[in-house]
């Protein structure tokens, strides 16, 4: 396993082994399972933060966090739950559904908080939302569920009547409905969609270039976290070949895509880091109803834009959350 799978990643101290930690003091630990890398997820530790101090935790005084990173192979994440599980962590935060599954799978007995964007009864990590039974609950936020509306406002920028590029996770649970959603909403907005795959090693370049040779104008990417680890790539790639983008997640706008439309992640992320700290204080995640996420936002880059040489259309400007110039 690599050195930074054992570095605690608040405050840079080695994880301790369990004698010498249980000899220095008492405090909670959150163990936190992520299927991508300290740097891909280095953005929704500040929400989760801000919930957990919320609930009256700061780990610079009364709680310790030690993370897990499977570095986009999901086939990892078995071990690292495992590892948590060893370790006695009082609670594992699970950052999206294979490290939620993973975990759920390596303890009935340690209570688990996760995000997803997928439906959470139909994946079976709870029973229903309003009472998740077991040891498990946390938020969703259902990005899947706004694959065509995305898609959508993706074929009102894009050349009428040019292909549309997807580009899709080889290795992930959601891939199969994400494909199936968008190739139904495309033949509802009469645009033709072809689809390429990721390999889990992140070469990106390849499916692109496959999706410009079908003569592609415009790029849609699955509402999967495993492209926050791609993100450098792929707007690098969009900007070369001037492809308008679209994703689920502002993250990849900000670094230079064109828009996103989908929830408020950074609220659903804090959202879940308040109920990690609820259950350090006695709650029961039986007793804590699945939150779904209630904000939505869409966010353009104008500068991205004008690089393309789009007029973005001023219904969806007027519509927009954030607009980055």
């Given at each position: 396993?690599?050195?930074?799978?054992?570095?605690?990643?608040l405050?840079?101290?080695?994880?301790?082994?369990?004698?010498?930690?249980?000899?220095?003091?008492?405090?909670?630990i959150?163990?936190?399972?992520?299927?991508?890398?300290p740097?891909?997820e280095?953005?929704?530790?500040?929400?989760?933060?801000?919930?957990?101090?919320?609930?009256?935790?700061?780990?610079?005084?009364?709680?310790?966090?030690?993370?897990r990173?499977?570095?986009?192979?999901?086939?990892?994440?078995?071990?690292l739950?495992?590892?948590?599980?060893?370790?006695?962590v009082?609670?594992?935060?699970?950052?999206?559904t294979?490290?939620?599954?993973?975990?759920k799978?390596?303890?009935?007995?340690?209570?688990?908080?996760?995000?997803?964007?997928?439906?959470?009864?139909?994946?079976?990590?709870?029973?229903?939302?309003?009472?998740?039974?077991?040891?498990?609950?946390g938020?969703?936020?259902?990005?899947?569920?706004?694959v065509?509306?995305?898609?959508?406002?993706?074929?009102?920028?894009?050349?009428?009547a040019?292909?549309?590029g997807?580009?899709?996770?080889?290795?992930?649970?959601?891939?199969?409905?994400?494909?199936?959603?968008?190739?139904?909403?495309?033949?509802?907005?009469?645009?033709?969609?072809?689809?390429?795959?990721?390999?889990?090693?992140?070469?990106?370049e390849?499916?692109?270039?496959?999706?410009?040779n079908?003569?592609?104008k415009?790029?849609?990417?699955?509402?999967?976290?495993d492209?926050?680890?791609?993100?450098?790539?792929?707007?690098?790639?969009?900007?070369?070949?001037?492809?308008?983008?679209s994703f689920?997640?502002?993250d990849l706008?900000?670094?230079g895509?064109?828009?996103?439309?989908?929830?408020?992640?950074?609220?659903s992320?804090?959202?879940?880091?308040?109920?990690?700290?609820?259950?350090?204080?006695g709650?029961?995640?039986?007793?804590?109803?699945?939150m779904?996420?209630?904000?939505?936002?869409?966010?353009i880059?104008?500068?991205?834009?004008?690089?393309?040489?789009?007029?973005?259309?001023?219904?969806?400007?007027?519509?927009?959350?954030?607009?980055?110039?």
């Open positions: 396993m690599r050195r930074r799978d054992f570095i605690l990643a405050g840079g101290a080695a994880v301790m082994p369990l004698p010498t930690r249980a000899q220095q003091s008492a405090m909670p959150i163990g936190m399972l992520h299927s991508q890398t740097e891909s280095a953005s929704r530790m500040a929400p989760i933060l801000q919930g957990l101090r919320e609930a009256g935790f700061d780990p610079n005084r009364n709680v310790t966090i030690e993370h990173y499977a570095e986009g192979r999901n086939d990892r994440l078995p071990a739950a495992a590892v948590l599980v060893q370790r006695q009082n609670v594992i935060f699970a950052n999206t294979p490290p939620a599954t993973a975990a799978a390596a303890t009935a007995a340690i209570p688990i908080v996760f995000v997803t964007g997928v439906d959470p009864v139909k994946v079976g990590l709870v029973a229903s939302l309003n009472r998740p039974g077991g040891n498990v609950t938020v969703t936020f259902l990005s899947n569920a706004l065509a509306k995305r898609l959508e406002l993706l074929s009102d920028i894009a050349p009428p040019s292909p549309i997807m580009l899709a996770a080889q290795v992930n649970p959601n891939t199969e409905t994400d494909v199936n959603d968008a190739i139904a909403a495309a033949k509802a907005l009469g645009r033709t969609l072809h689809v390429t795959k990721v390999a889990p090693d992140g070469d990106v390849e499916p692109v270039a496959v999706l410009l079908l003569g592609v415009a790029l849609f990417v699955a509402p999967q976290a492209f926050r680890m791609w993100r450098q790539q792929l707007v690098l790639l969009a900007a070369r070949y001037a492809l308008p983008t689920s997640s502002s706008v900000t670094a895509g064109l828009m996103s439309y989908g929830p408020d992640q950074a609220d992320y804090r959202q879940a880091g308040n109920y990690v700290g609820r259950i350090l204080k709650e029961r995640p039986a007793n804590l109803p699945v779904q996420s209630t904000k939505f936002e869409l966010v880059n104008l500068k991205t834009a004008k690089a393309l040489g789009i007029a973005v259309p001023a219904p969806m400007l007027a519509l927009a959350t954030n607009v980055i110039e």
